[in-house]
């Protein structure tokens, strides 16, 4: 998919930002995440071998959105896109990962804390602008950074829970990525509460 029909397909999502320590943990915590109605996830090159996860769920649910996470330069977002990855996120404005998706025709979406970082995201090539922190940012930064630049979409990350969830989109988020309020504590003995949090969050989202 080209960046255009990705951006299409992110409006309004839920997005799982997925980190942790083992592969096959991670890949059922995912598995179970898509099956519960989150169908769009972020997997952070935090992960070890996180290539590999991407493209076993690309190749085992290929109805969901995949994409690459905590990308931090060319050769990891190379290395997300040859195994499958629909999107690009990175935490921060990383010229070289907005060079080579604009170039690949990827969809990218770089951090941003300030309106100037936002601008400066948005000319480095992020068709969404990921708001990072979410925890350390007001919603009203949206509305805020809009006014004189309506061209800007955001995605908050972190710090968007199901109390909050559906303020943020109406205070105009495109899309809303979530971590740890997902999967804190879950591992494969208690995936049960990982679906009863999505369950909470889709809900609180509607």
């Known amino acids: 998919m080209n960046k255009q029909e990705v951006?299409?397909?992110?409006?309004?999502?839920?997005?799982?930002?997925?980190?942790?320590?083992?592969?096959?943990?991670a890949k059922l915590i995912c598995k179970t995440i898509i099956e519960s109605g989150i169908t769009t996830l972020e997997i952070t090159?935090?992960?070890?071998?996180?290539?590999?996860?991407?493209?076993?769920?690309?190749?085992?649910?290929?109805?969901?959105?995949?994409?690459?996470?905590?990308?931090?330069?060319?050769?990891?977002?190379?290395l997300a896109v040859a195994n499958g990855a629909d999107f690009i996120v990175s935490p921060c404005i990383v010229k070289e990962v907005g060079d080579y998706c604009k170039e690949k025709d990827v969809f990218c979406s770089m951090g941003a804390a300030t309106p100037t970082e936002a601008y400066d995201s948005y000319l480095a090539g992020s068709d969404v602008v990921k708001l990072f922190p979410g925890d350390c940012l007001s919603m009203k930064m949206i509305k805020g950074i809009k006014a004189p630049m309506p061209f800007i979409e955001m995605m908050p990350t972190g710090g968007v829970d199901d109390k909050n969830v559906k303020e943020w989109f109406e205070s105009g988020a495109y899309a809303i990525g979530f971590g740890g309020y997902l999967t804190k504590g879950i591992n494969s003995s208690n995936l049960g509460l990982l679906k009863e949090r999505c369950k909470i969050l889709i809900n609180a989202a509607k």
């Open 7 to 25: 951006k299409k397909l992110l409006k309004g999502k839920l997005i799982a930002v997925i980190r942790g320590e083992d592969l096959e943990e």
């Open 45 to 78: 090159f935090s992960l070890p071998r996180a290539e590999k996860l991407i493209k076993e769920l690309k190749n085992e649910m290929p109805h969901a959105l995949i994409g690459a996470g905590t990308v931090l330069n060319k050769g990891q977002a190379e």
